[in-house]
């Protein structure tokens, strides 16, 4: 579907960039923002035509019987119903789920993590860096020492 992959590469390109601060940048976010509310309307319009019709005759796990609420598109509604919400609406309900909130204590706390990970980098570097410098010291140190007791001899 041409128009639902050009919405979606508009919106990769948005997540694909780099720096924020652009005037191109704003200009993508701008681009894609303007699809949604044509999204929206593509999900109201199959969330119309799948509605409760009542109750319907149907196949069940449990065998053929009544079915207390059919999708009016779906199955054939009154003799071969199938359930509502049916797996369309299920879908869309799905994808449409409330993300995850997220707090601020997790964000503090995934911050700490990185500090910590970074402060390991960064002692690791120095003890590496300590080490050796203070192995050329004591070269340097004991090529000092060898030059002045070859003078003084
Ligand atoms: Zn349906």
Known sequence: MKALDDIE???TRVTTMDDHGTPEYAEAVDESVRDVPQLVKALRAVLELHVSDGES???TPDGYRVIPSACSQCGTPGEYGIPWPCATVRAIESALAPRPQI???QVEAGAEGLWWSLSEVHNAAWEDLRDSTRAMYRRQARA???A???VQR
């Open 9 to 11: 590469a508009s919106w």
């Open 103 to 105: 707090t601020n204590e």
């Open 144 to 146: 000092a020492l060898e």
């Open 57 to 59: 005759q149907g196949y």
């Open 148 to 150: 002045a007791a070859e």
